[in-house]
């Protein structure tokens, strides 16, 4: 996920680039995304590894065969990922019968918000772009961090043995008071 391998070849002074990965192209629509993940739909283990076989002579590749079997293939942004901005993740080229899943993270190993389901069978091709659109949660707001609870009361009703015999109020500093 941290590059999108490519082979190239010369026989003069310009190269000529072929990417060894399929693209998988998005937007995000949601503030504060720190990653996307893409995962395989019904278990189905994504490719983790790359085996790319050359042609006889050398001068570029034959097939690009993926191997190894992880759950998903993670692409991380420094700060968050920018809204309204396009981004390419790079996967291994495969075939998913039962079709894949992005979620959002908003911390590393955070809770995981499903941002788009594909759920038909998809072949993912080398040097390939897979236009996957915009990829949003329909969250109110994304946040990770916790809570404010600006007030919260418990009140005594229909309880004869008094066991709650006053009135606790909880406000946002944290302090409780009795009435």
Not at 31 to 43: N, P, Q
Request: hydrophobic share 40%; charged share 15%; with cysteine.
């Amino acid at each position: 996920p941290k590059a999108a391998i490519a082979s190239a070849f010369s026989d003069n002074k310009s190269l000529t680039f072929r990417n060894l990965t399929a693209m998988l192209k998005f937007t995000v629509k949601d503030h504060g995304v720190k990653s996307v993940v893409f995962t395989g739909l019904a278990d189905e283990k994504i490719e983790n590894t790359l085996t790319a076989v050359l042609t006889e002579d050398g001068s570029g590749v034959d097939s690009v065969v993926g191997s190894g079997e992880g759950a998903a293939v993670t692409l991380s942004a420094a700060e968050a990922f920018v809204p309204g901005t396009t981004y390419y993740m790079a996967v291994a080229p495969q075939v998913l019968e039962n079709g894949f899943a992005v979620y959002f993270q908003l911390s590393e190993g955070g809770t995981m918000y499903l941002a788009k389901t594909y759920e038909q069978a998809c072949t993912l091709k080398r040097n390939v772009i897979l236009n996957v659109g915009e990829l949003a949660c329909n969250l109110p707001e994304l946040t990770d961090e916790d809570p404010v609870l600006n007030s919260m009361s418990f009140t005594v009703a229909a309880n004869p043995g008094k066991i709650l015999s006053r009135k606790f109020t909880h406000n946002s500093s944290f302090t409780v008071t009795t009435s």
